[in-house]
């Protein structure tokens, strides 16, 4: 497998389902209507309009670890399948396998970012009264 190959199969796909989205998502916004008012945005319970405060708030101070266990482990779990490839004494496997390894870390580092910015912020975990 050839150099192109590899780029081909492994960032093209990726390539056509980012624009994939993004043309679906723009696509929605043109058809779906943009007209809110307090009645579309009011939150209902029971089909009753509620009043006062809520009585449940759901509490985000663990939202950034809810994201890197279901974004991050399963690549990780990809990686140590990847690493079991015998690559010893073939350069293209290793190549191929360098291919793989760099673009799931390219692919893990915003998601890490972002949680632990998620974590990092303080006025999640107060407790609202």
Same mark, same amino acid.
Do not use: C, D
């Given at each position: 497998m050839t150099y192109t190959q590899a780029v081909l199969s492994f960032g093209l796909p990726f390539i056509l389902v980012l624009l994939g989205a993004y043309g679906t998502y723009k696509l929605l916004e043109l058809v779906m209507p943009r007209n809110p008012n307090p009645l579309k *945005?009011?939150?209902? $319970?029971?089909?009753?309009?509620? *009043? @006062? $405060? @809520?009585r449940l708030w759901f509490p985000l101070q663990y939202y950034g670890y809810l994201l890197v266990y279901t974004t991050l482990e399963p690549i990780v779990v990809l990686l140590f399948v990847a690493a079991a490839v015998p690559f010893y004494n073939n350069f293209t496997l290793f190549r191929n396998l360098l291919i793989v390894v760099g673009s799931f870390l390219v692919l893990m580092y915003p998601v890490l970012y972002y949680a632990i910015r998620q974590i990092n912020m303080i006025t999640y975990w107060g407790l609202r009264r």
């Amino acid at each position: 497998m050839t150099y192109t190959q590899a780029v081909l199969s492994f960032g093209l796909p990726f390539i056509l389902v980012l624009l994939g989205a993004y043309g679906t998502y723009k696509l929605l916004e043109l058809v779906m209507p943009r007209n809110p008012n307090p009645l579309k *945005t009011a939150r209902f $319970e029971a089909g009753n309009i509620p *009043t @006062g $405060e @809520g009585r449940l708030w759901f509490p985000l101070q663990y939202y950034g670890y809810l994201l890197v266990y279901t974004t991050l482990e399963p690549i990780v779990v990809l990686l140590f399948v990847a690493a079991a490839v015998p690559f010893y004494n073939n350069f293209t496997l290793f190549r191929n396998l360098l291919i793989v390894v760099g673009s799931f870390l390219v692919l893990m580092y915003p998601v890490l970012y972002y949680a632990i910015r998620q974590i990092n912020m303080i006025t999640y975990w107060g407790l609202r009264r």
